[in-house]
């Protein structure tokens, strides 16, 4: 998702069928006009073509050239095509440039459209349309990504209008559905992260969700209304699971089913006749998660930086894990960290466990790294794309499963891991012996290149493969056969083109070949020649019809095997589905152990309480990124925001200090080791205590909207409003500079009130920082709110970040030490001392232009005359007139001797 306009993928103009225009491209536009907003890749031979707008939009997207193929109403036709062997590669460049793609393959056989007449056009239609959120091709998907479709479900009434999600990862099945409201539905939609999110048409226009649709960007796709019917939504769940009734799974709201029913017919649109193993719609309820509204996540830096990297980001380091199920089950807890204490404990007793059985835990992550995506694979056989190498991921899931249940044998695990441990014992064994028997060592690619059945598992494909690949020793067995029954020792069975396999033995033989009515019954006479005799035998027909069509019995053969090993596995699909998420649950669990040994994270205490004590705390991201460029140690610090003594609410620290003192650094830590904490993780501090945050708030940095008219203090100001708007006392809000960008006055005034307000209204705990030093009066007012501080040292004019937080306020920003440090013209830097030393001491703004009148370095830039040096350093003058390379050394001693002189002995 991103910031940009949503895009639609359509010709330039609308295309009829007119007059002169060939069959092939009436047929063209037929299948065009039924999917104008995808691009359209048509099957011709080797080739996926496009034409007109398509084929304008496609060279410009993909770099490649474009041609012309006949004329259309008097105009050339814009025409380009990618190899098919290649589509891959061009559809994930097009999906990711947010174009949707509507393949049209051809549905017989070029020869069959012969027999019909020379201008027959070969039957051809479109088998799937690929969207960002419905494409399953392994090389089209990132393995430690979720895909996510998600669609919108909204019932208009009274006295608002209710709200659902559900979203869908057709790559491996999930499907979850959740309540929401107008307030929670940005956060909601980016807690999830779609690549792509359907709503009906209306909604889509609808000014009030506008803000929405604008911050998701062109993941955004409008679709008819009738996906989204409620009414309906019962029966098109039935049907499409193939039950009579969905009331099974639970009673969803009028919203709920909306969304599902949009998600379900979005899968029927896109995928055609094929339909993917999806799990029954299961809901999350409304507050299990942590809220973070997407202003949040993106200051945060959760899965991606705010470039779009995932290096840099919190996911990228803290993740350990060995298989791509497991990185996407990490992902997905880390933008949904959880709000139950008793889940949230279930899951650091599984860290535990794996944290205290090292050798256990090392044994299970050699076993994992030997799993491959078993879900992508399931659902790729399921909507016949997948090939041998997907049946192979099974049996390597199976097995490593098998291994690792011996592993856990007899353990007493907790609660998570060991309904994890039952999962993978509950996979079928019966199928995985099958898979294991079956398949060889080594398998391609694609089903069609054959060779991916084991020898031994099926008598007729092995004598199959015996005929094609070792027809003459075949032949030459018969042949010794022949020989010992009639002992002719120069009896032959030779080969020509004409009579194919025959038999041969000299002319004075001819009488044992055919002088009994048994040998004229077996020998058949095929040609006489001058000094031999050919026959045949019923056998050797049969053998030689065999031998020709050897290749294709044996591909027919094994289509026909992987084909019912495909319908086992989908059979089977709850249970592999099952236990790939088990799989995935001891993979996250062992990973964030090691994390933790590695890392030196502990466990956090998680209760109901409003507690937020850290001691010695880290920032998980910068703290590595230290160590590897520098290898210094990052500055550990506490915080403590619990509430004191008979207190009921949490406190609020007031943090001063410079810039480049570490606030934001500070600031930041603690919202993500309170992120870390209730997903579950061990944290980077000595000792954590959190009571649970319900929603956290955080607001580090500033950037302008212009796409939006907005410039960043109204960006600051809009996303200020959204925090005091939200914020309850159960909250965790991270504020940082609030009101910098207007003048002074305004943006003091705003700030005093919104920390009075997070006082007295909301109760949070939280952190504010500020370069305002008059709000550090705010102490003796607000009973909560406590002065902290970045400490520094001032060291022969220069300052130094120790980066160490400690109780009490600052009385200075150590700004005009930071702007030298950042490398200011030493004039700019000097001029600015000067002035600060004057504002100090109580300069009002009426006196601004003596301060103008001054400052003769802004009247010299003005002239662009370079600086003259001051008259006073005339030592400092000689010094520099001197060139020590154009100097003898004898007239270097003597300019020596004249510096001292100038500086009364003193150099």
């Not at 500033?702 to 959204?722: H, K, N, P």
């Not at 013209?825 to 103008?852: H, T």
């Amino acid at each position: 998702m991103n910031d940009e306009t949503p895009t639609r993928t359509t010709a330039a103009t609308p295309l009829t069928v007119t007059v002169g225009a060939t069959p092939m491209i009436e047929q063209f536009i037929e299948i065009k006009a039924a999917n104008p907003d995808s691009l359209l890749f048509y099957r011709m031979g080797d080739f996926y073509e496009m034409f007109f707008g398509d084929a304008e939009t496609a060279s410009r997207a993909l770099g490649i050239t474009l041609t012309k193929r006949g004329k259309y109403d008097g105009r050339d036709i814009p025409m380009c095509g990618v190899p098919v062997h290649a589509a891959d590669d061009y559809l994930q460049k097009l999906i990711g440039l947010g174009h949707r793609v509507a393949v049209c393959e051809q549905m017989e056989d070029p020869a069959e459209a012969k027999k019909r007449g020379s201008k027959s056009v070969v039957k051809r239609d479109v088998i799937r349309l690929v969207t960002p959120g419905t494409i399953t091709e392994d090389r089209l998907l990132a393995p430690s990504e979720s895909n996510y479709l998600m669609a919108l479900g909204r019932v208009k009434d009274s006295p608002q209008d209710a709200y659902a999600l559900a979203w869908i990862d057709i790559s491996t099945g999930a499907f979850r559905v959740c309540e929401t409201d107008a307030e929670r539905l940005a956060s909601d939609i980016f807690r999830v992260a779609p690549k792509e999110l359907i709503v009906a048409d209306p909604v889509f226009h609808d000014p009030d969700l506008r803000p929405v649709f604008d911050m998701v960007g062109r993941a955004v796709s409008p679709q008819p209304p009738s996906l989204f019917d409620s009414a309906s939504a019962p029966g098109r769940i039935a049907r499409f699971y193939d039950v009579a009734t969905p009331d099974s799974f639970g009673t969803f709201s009028r919203a709920e089913l909306s969304a599902i029913s949009g998600a379900i017919a979005y899968v029927e649109k896109t995928q055609k006749a094929e339909r993917p193993p999806l799990e029954r719609p299961e809901r999350e309820q409304a507050g299990s998660s942590l809220f973070i509204d997407p202003a949040t996540r993106a200051n945060l830096e959760l899965l991606r930086t705010t470039s779009g990297n995932r290096d840099g980001s919190l996911f990228k380091a803290i993740d350990r894990t060995v298989t791509g199920a497991g990185a996407r089950l990490l992902a997905d807890r880390l933008m949904a960290p959880l709000t139950s204490p008793d889940a949230i404990v279930a899951r650091l007793d599984a860290v535990s466990f794996c944290g205290a059985e090292p050798k256990l835990c090392e044994g299970l992550r050699a076993a994992l790294k030997r799993v491959a995506d078993m879900p992508r694979a399931l659902s790729r056989l399921a909507l016949n794309r997948g090939g041998p190498r997907d049946l192979g991921a099974l049996t390597a899931g199976f097995a490593a499963a098998t291994e690792i249940a011996q592993l856990l044998d007899g353990a007493v695990l907790p609660a998570e891991l060991d309904d994890a441990r039952s999962a993978i014992r509950a996979l079928p064994k019966n199928f995985a012996d099958h898979l294991a028997r079956s398949l060889a060592d080594e398998l391609p690619l694609l089903k069609r290149d054959g060779g991916f059945l084991r020898p031994g598992y099926h008598g007729e494909l092995d004598e199959m493969r015996a005929l094609r690949d070792q027809s003459r020793k075949v032949i030459a067995g018969l042949e010794r056969g022949l020989i010992e029954e009639t002992g002719i020792r120069s009896l032959k069975i030779r080969h020509n083109n004409v009579l194919g396999y025959y038999i041969e033995v000299t002319a004075n033989h001819r009488d044992i070949m055919n002088g009994t009515d048994a040998a004229k019954a077996r020998f058949i006479h095929r040609q006489t020649m001058a000094n031999a005799m050919r026959f045949t035998t019923t056998e050797l027909a049969e053998l030689e019809t065999k031998i020709a069509n050897a290749a294709d019995r044996a591909l027919s053969i094994e289509l026909a095997a992987f084909e019912q090993l495909v319908a086992e596995a989908v059979s089977h699909a709850g249970a592999i589905r099952a236990g790939a998420a088990a799989l995935a649950v001891f993979d996250v669990s062992s990973s964030l152990a090691v994390l933790a040994s590695t890392e030196n994270y502990t466990r956090p205490i998680v209760d109901d309480s409003l507690a937020f004590c850290i001691e010695r705390g880290r920032h998980p991201v910068v703290e590595q990124a230290l160590r590897r460029a520098t290898e210094s140690a990052f500055v550990a610090n506490d915080a403590d925001l619990s509430p004191e003594g008979n207190a009921k609410y949490g406190a609020i620290w007031l943090l001063t200090g410079p810039n480049m003192g570490g606030k934001s650094t500070f600031l930041r830590q603690n919202a993500l080791i309170a992120i870390l904490a209730q997903m579950g993780s061990f944290v980077p501090a000595t000792k954590a205590h959190i009571g649970v945050v319900d929603r956290l708030f955080s607001r580090v940095g500033a950037s302008d909207d212009l796409a939006r008219g907005r410039s960043t203090f109204m960006v600051e100001m809009v996303e200020t409003a959204a925090i005091l708007n939200q914020a309850s006392e159960r909250s965790l809000v991270i504020l940082d500079e609030i009101g910098r960008g207007t003048s002074t006055f305004d943006g003091l005034s705003i700030a005093w009130a919104a920390v009075e307000y997070l006082h007295e209204k909301n109760r949070s705990r939280a952190i504010f920082a500020t370069h305002f030093h008059e709000m550090t009066a705010l102490s003796v007012k607000l009973s909560r709110l406590h002065n902290v501080t970045m400490r520094v040292k001032e060291w022969e004019g220069d300052v130094v970040f120790l980066h160490e937080v400690g109780m009490g306020a600052a009385d200075r920003s150590y700004g005009v030490q930071v702007a030298r440090l950042a490398g200011l013209p030493d004039a700019v830097v000097e001029r600015a001392r000067a002035v600060l030393d004057q504002l100090e001491q109580g300069e009002q703004s009426g006196k601004a232009d003596r301060l103008v009148d001054d400052l003769p370095l802004f009247s010299a830039v003005a002239r662009k005359e370079p600086p003259q040096p001051k008259k006073t350093d005339a030592l400092g003058a000689a010094l520099s007139a001197i060139n020590p390379d154009e100097m003898t050394p004898r007239e270097a001693l003597d300019a020596l001797y004249r510096l001292k002189t100038m500086g009364d002995g003193k150099i």
